[in-house]
């Protein structure tokens, strides 16, 4: 196995963590993190802010206080000694994951164009799929505002949202999963949680 002066390994994909890191130090992190090989997202959006004098047009955090960070549970340490970080997010005795596809509705709503901002956390509500529109394939929840359509995605293990608006025309409504669907899920979820856990005792 070919690895980096981190001891990474190349070419290795691991799943998505969070790391918790000091305020306002998201993207100092996030440049640390790229500088030692890691692979990291820092999303963040531009909000006007009132000066004393004047509106300004800002940069700020859509997950205030994180970085999520694709690392090897069992080597965690380089990414927990970058400057700026003091933890990473989980439950009990060691790390959660993230799911792949959380990241990837976030990275999608980025890239469409679309204004996107936090919103308030939604965990229920109608589940629908973008079909048409720079968003096509992307999966949230659906609300209405002020007579006007937009669309939820969540990181649930933050608690935390994201949205943006679109038009009412562009989605349709999910199934809701079978019965064996939740189970399968459910089982995976605890096998992934299992090999959480077992990497962190295995580097106690």
Same mark, same amino acid.
């Given at each position: 196995?070919?690895?980096?002066?981190f001891?990474?390994?190349?070419? $290795?994909?691991?799943?998505?963590?969070?790391? &918790?890191?000091?305020?306002?130090?998201?993207?100092?992190?996030?440049?640390? +993190? &790229?500088?030692?090989?890691?692979?990291?997202?820092?999303?963040?959006?531009?909000? $006007?802010?009132?000066?004393?004098?004047?509106?300004?047009?800002?940069?700020?955090?859509?997950?205030?206080?994180?970085?999520?960070?694709? +690392? @090897?549970a069992?080597?965690?340490?380089?990414?927990?000694?970058?400057p700026?970080?003091?933890?990473i997010?989980?439950?009990?005795?060691?790390?959660?994951?993230?799911?792949?596809?959380?990241?990837?509705?976030?990275? #999608?709503?980025? @890239?469409?164009? =679309?204004?996107?901002?936090?919103?308030?956390?939604?965990?229920?509500?109608?589940m629908? +799929?973008i079909?048409?529109?720079? =968003? #096509?394939?992307?999966?949230?929840?659906? %609300?209405?505002?002020?007579?006007?359509? &937009?669309?939820?995605?969540?990181? @649930?293990?933050? %608690?935390?949202?994201?949205?943006?608006?679109i038009?009412?025309?562009?989605?349709?409504?999910?199934?809701?999963?079978?019965?064996?669907?939740?189970? #399968?899920?459910?089982?995976?979820?605890?096998l992934? $949680?299992?090999?959480? +856990?077992?990497?962190?005792? #295995?580097?106690?």
């Amino acid at each position: 196995m070919i690895v980096d002066d981190f001891g990474q390994a190349l070419n $290795e994909i691991h799943p998505w963590f969070a790391l &918790r890191v000091r305020s306002k130090h998201e993207q100092v992190a996030s440049l640390h +993190l &790229r500088s030692r090989g890691f692979e990291e997202f820092s999303p963040s959006y531009k909000t $006007e802010r009132q000066w004393s004098d004047r509106k300004r047009i800002t940069d700020q955090s859509l997950f205030p206080g994180y970085v999520f960070c694709r +690392l @090897n549970a069992q080597d965690r340490l380089p990414a927990l000694t970058v400057p700026g970080v003091v933890g990473i997010v989980g439950f009990g005795d060691g790390p959660m994951i993230i799911p792949d596809e959380e990241v990837a509705r976030v990275r #999608a709503m980025l @890239n469409s164009g =679309l204004v996107v901002m936090p919103w308030p956390f939604l965990k229920v509500g109608e589940m629908v +799929l973008i079909e048409r529109g720079p =968003l #096509a394939g992307v999966e949230g929840i659906l %609300q209405e505002v002020k007579g006007k359509c &937009r669309i939820v995605v969540s990181i @649930n293990l933050l %608690q935390r949202s994201v949205s943006s608006e679109i038009d009412r025309a562009w989605v349709r409504p999910v199934k809701p999963p079978t019965k064996s669907e939740v189970l #399968a899920r459910s089982g995976l979820h605890r096998l992934r $949680e299992q090999h959480v +856990l077992n990497s962190a005792m #295995a580097i106690k």
